[in-house]
């Protein structure tokens, strides 16, 4: 499940210079990007939400691995991220940043 936008997903892309990928390769990559990015801004999403409030979350993901593609159970997931984590789209941005830089920050390394 990803919660980022085309917009944004396009920016990330640009920033990376996957322009120089196959369609392919670069379609793989962007999935492997939200993932990481998803998997990191649910872990401060569970730092704030209650004990109650994550096993909501968790009984929400556990219904929608059943079926990932299922867009009623995605849509649940994403409500109430909206309702109970309402910086959600913000640690999405955050981590997309902390992703970037370091990835800057490894390049450089590997110039010197």
Do not use: C
Not at 93 to 112: F, I, P, Y
Request: net charge negative.
């Amino acid at each position: 499940m990803s919660l980022l936008t085309p917009q944004k997903i396009q920016e990330l892309s640009a920033s990376l210079h996957l322009e120089e990928l196959p369609e392919e390769e670069q379609a793989e990559f962007l999935a492997d990007i939200g993932e990481l990015l998803f998997e990191g801004a649910m872990m401060r999403a569970f730092a704030i939400l209650s004990e109650e409030e994550t096993k909501t979350l968790k009984s929400l993901f556990e219904a929608s691995g059943e079926n990932p593609e299922d867009e009623e159970k995605s849509t649940a997931i994403s409500l109430f991220l909206q309702k109970y984590v309402p910086d959600f789209n913000a640690y999405l941005a955050e981590e997309a940043k902390l992703l970037l830089e370091t990835w800057a920050m490894q390049m450089e390394e590997q110039k010197e």
